[in-house]
């Protein structure tokens, strides 16, 4: 059995979409590499820094991704493996990559409880001002715009 400990900055981005692991970055990886009768187990904890944008309402976050993962790299032989021993040593560029992307978030937001962008100024909407978001009235409803609580007392409006 090895242990291995490395940080590898990252040469091109890994992921599409709203965030991603941009190059430069770096991955730190701790890997414990155990020879089996049918190749070398690999055991692996990664941590990487991932940035992009929020869901709702598009300001910039970065958030942290931690994985682990197992995988088996088996010798050359008869089977046919995705993944093999090359000359007595192990890629793990692969299963790191594929562990981190999959990982990273598909709609992600800056706070749980993001209240997004306002749909008529597309500005992001603040916690807290006093607004509340205004709804489009149909205006088959705006006569009962104008009905108010006198009306139902029988009054009228001048």
Same mark, same amino acid.
């Given at each position: 059995?090895? @242990?291995? @400990?490395?940080?590898?900055? +990252? =040469? @091109? =981005?890994?992921?599409?979409?709203?965030?991603?692991?941009?190059?430069?970055?770096?991955?730190? $990886?701790?890997?414990?590499?155990?020879? /089996?009768?049918?190749?070398? +187990? !690999?055991? #692996?904890? /990664?941590?990487?820094?991932?940035?992009? /944008?929020?869901?709702?309402?598009?300001?910039?976050?970065? !958030?942290?991704?931690? $994985?682990?993962?197992?995988? +088996?790299? #088996?010798?050359?032989?008869?089977?046919?493996?995705?993944?093999?021993?090359?000359?007595d040593h192990v890629d793990l560029e692969t299963p790191v990559r594929d562990a981190i992307v999959l990982t990273l978030p598909f709609q992600p937001v800056c706070r749980p409880d993001c209240p997004g962008l306002d749909p008529a100024t597309g500005e992001p909407m603040a916690d807290g001002s006093g607004t509340e978001p205004r709804a489009d009235l149909d205006p088959r409803w705006a006569a009962l715009a104008e009905y108010t609580a006198t009306d139902a007392d029988g009054g009228r409006k001048p």
């Open positions: 059995m090895r @242990e291995v @400990e490395l940080d590898v900055p +990252l =040469k @091109e =981005k890994w992921g599409e979409g709203l965030v991603a692991v941009e190059p430069g970055e770096t991955i730190h $990886v701790f890997a414990r590499l155990e020879s /089996v009768h049918e190749g070398i +187990l !690999a055991t #692996a904890a /990664v941590d990487a820094q991932y940035r992009g /944008v929020c869901g709702r309402c598009l300001t910039d976050i970065s !958030a942290p991704v931690e $994985v682990e993962f197992q995988e +088996l790299f #088996a010798y050359p032989g008869q089977e046919t493996s995705d993944l093999e021993v090359q000359d």
